[in-house]
């Protein structure tokens, strides 16, 4: 009955590759979120989906694309990895405003880079 | 989003109060102020948020000053399992989008 779910948890792969992280929520909200946590501990807000639309774009490298085929799931692709994309990504959920206005955050999913 | 300011570290004893202050002087009056808590390799927890009333829940007693500069989020009794980095955030309430996450007060609760 987990609400906000990640696969993979951990992720281990070499620069120049592509990969994906998925989530997913079984809360019925509407908006989504990634958020990214270097190794200094800095959490900083990605990308925001309400209901399948990009709302939210941190000036995030265009290597990243989020994608949401519906709005229980919002996955992270990334092309071409870099040192630098090694971190701890989050997704959130949120229901729908007026709903309420907590996040809920996944488990985390921890990219290393080699 | 206003910025907040708050003690980089706390310790506190098993079983006793643990106070948690946030200085938020650029707070605007419609912004709420939010506590997060991020236990160790987890997802950040919400805990409780307030505009400038006295809230409390099962978690959590949140105490906003009359000038709403300044509050204190209250854990009325430490366990172990409350050592994390707990997060004061300022925000719109519904404003739907990002939140905004300082460096927060790694709290440590000892035996």
């Known amino acids: 009955d987990t609400a906000v779910s990640q696969t993979p948890k951990y992720l281990v792969t070499q620069m120049g590759n592509d990969k994906s992280i998925k989530c997913e929520q079984n809360l019925g909200h509407d908006t989504m979120y990634w958020y990214k946590q270097d190794s200094k501990k800095f959490l900083k807000i990605m990308f925001s989906y309400n209901n399948k639309e990009l709302i939210i774009n941190e000036t995030v490298p265009n290597r990243f694309s989020p994608k949401s085929p519906d709005k229980a799931h919002l996955n992270l692709h990334i092309n071409s990895l870099e040192l630098g994309d090694s971190a701890v990504y989050f997704c959130?959920?949120?229901?729908?405003?007026?709903?309420?206005?907590?996040?809920?955050f996944g488990p985390g999913t921890r990219l290393t880079v080699l | 989003d206003a910025k907040t300011t708050q003690p980089p570290s706390m310790d506190c004893a098993e079983g006793r109060a643990a106070n948690l202050p946030c200085n938020h002087s650029t707070i605007s009056g419609n912004e709420y102020v939010y506590w997060y808590r991020q236990i160790h390799s987890q997802g950040p927890q919400y805990i409780i948020h307030?505009?400038?009333n006295n809230e409390t829940n099962e978690m959590a007693s949140l105490i906003i000053t009359e000038d709403r500069k300044s509050s204190t989020l209250i854990l009325p009794h430490a366990t172990l399992r409350d050592t994390a980095v707990y997060y004061c955030?300022?925000?719109?309430?519904?404003?739907?989008?990002?939140?905004?996450f300082g460096q927060g007060t790694e709290l440590s609760v000892k035996p």
């Open positions: 959130a959920s949120r229901p729908l405003a007026g709903e309420g206005d907590t996040q809920y």
């Open positions: 307030g505009l400038k």
């Open positions: 955030i300022v925000r719109f309430y519904n404003q739907g989008g990002k939140l905004i």
